[in-house]
């Protein structure tokens, strides 16, 4: 069983910057994709980026150049550096990872390809 455990969340103002991590037990297949998530009440679960074993990337437009996601394979990490919050940027966060061999294609930005998912950590941005 592979275990997911988002942490780093929090309250900031517009903005300002968190660091979000992912800590993973267990053991996922060495192609699989891990990504970032996110939830606002009322909307859909979006993808926030994801990123692969070879340390390539997608990120959302509306985040693009003010997050980055990182990977940290030998302490099966995750991490995602959000700079610039805006409000809404407010969302539960969670992180996920597949088990199959992933690319960055569509399909890896959508939640029905994460087999595996955190409990998720609350973002809330203030203006």
């Known amino acids: 069983q592979v275990q997911l455990v988002e942490s780093g969340g929090g309250s900031v103002q517009a903005g300002g910057s968190l660091r979000l991590s992912c800590s993973v037990s267990?053991?996922?297949?060495?192609?699989?994709?891990m990504g970032w998530f996110r939830q606002a009440p009322g909307k859909e679960r979006e993808g926030v980026a994801v990123?692969?074993?070879?340390?390539?990337?997608w990120y959302a437009d509306s985040v693009k150049g003010r997050f980055t996601i990182s990977r940290d394979n030998a302490k099966n990490s995750l991490f995602l550096q959000m700079n610039s919050l805006k409000p809404e940027d407010s969302a539960m966060y969670y992180c996920?990872?597949?088990?199959?061999?992933?690319?960055?294609?569509?399909?890896?930005?959508?939640?029905?390809?994460?087999?595996?998912w955190g409990q998720g950590t609350q973002v809330t941005v203030t203006s």
């Open positions: 996920a990872a597949t088990v199959k061999l992933c690319g960055l294609g569509t399909l890896s930005r959508l939640p029905p390809e994460y087999n595996y």
């Open positions: 990123i692969n074993l070879a340390g390539q990337n």
């Open positions: 267990g053991h996922l297949y060495s192609g699989s994709c």
